[in-house]
């Protein structure tokens, strides 16, 4: 069974909705927090998807239908979270910037659906090598599933560090 564009468009707006939840009430701290130096706080994951949703997932698929040939953009998303001082950020202000991007997508995504783009056309990246636009589609739905994991983590992880001396292991093994 191949991805269907109306089945992604209904994941990636519930994904969403999951992704503001998780994020939903943290305060300053908690959303400037890193668990270490190497970790990303909850404000540079929030600002790393918003600019994956504008500069990468959205903007690859398109060119992938459009001209399989064209060139992608250079992006450098792990060098972002620190030269666009992610963690810098408003929280609010940074949810508010990927709420408005995501519905960009789904608007998008939902007129390639009415006109029933093909999925199977593909292009040939010299580093990446052949992808169709399927593989992107899906791979923007498994982005969304890594961040919501990496954010209930930092969740766990600041309520370990909020509720010190006292253990979360009866909740059980994480």
């Not at 923007?140 to 292991?169: F, K, M």
Request: aromatic residues 10%; contains cysteine; proline residues 5%.
């Amino acid at each position: 069974m191949a991805i269907d564009l109306h089945w992604a468009e209904g994941r990636l707006a519930r994904q969403a909705a999951v992704i503001y939840a998780l994020v939903a009430g943290i305060g300053d701290e908690q959303a400037h927090w890193q668990p270490s130096p190497d970790d990303w706080s909850v404000v540079e994951v929030i600002n790393h998807l918003y600019d994956e949703e504008r500069e990468d997932f959205r903007q690859r698929l398109d060119l992938i239908l459009r001209d399989p040939t064209a060139d992608w953009p250079p992006i450098h998303p792990g060098a972002w979270v620190t030269e666009r001082r992610y963690n810098d950020r408003d929280l609010a202000t940074s949810v508010q910037a990927l709420q408005l991007e995501r519905e960009k997508s789904l608007a998008w995504l939902y007129g390639l659906a009415q006109a029933h783009a093909d999925l199977t056309i593909t292009k040939t990246d010299p580093r990446l090598g052949s992808m169709a636009a399927g593989e992107m589609l899906a791979a923007w739905v498994a982005h969304d599933c890594l961040h919501i994991r990496q954010l209930n983590e930092l969740n766990y992880r600041y309520l370990e560090r909020l509720t010190s001396p006292y253990a979360v292991g009866y909740a059980g093994d994480w």
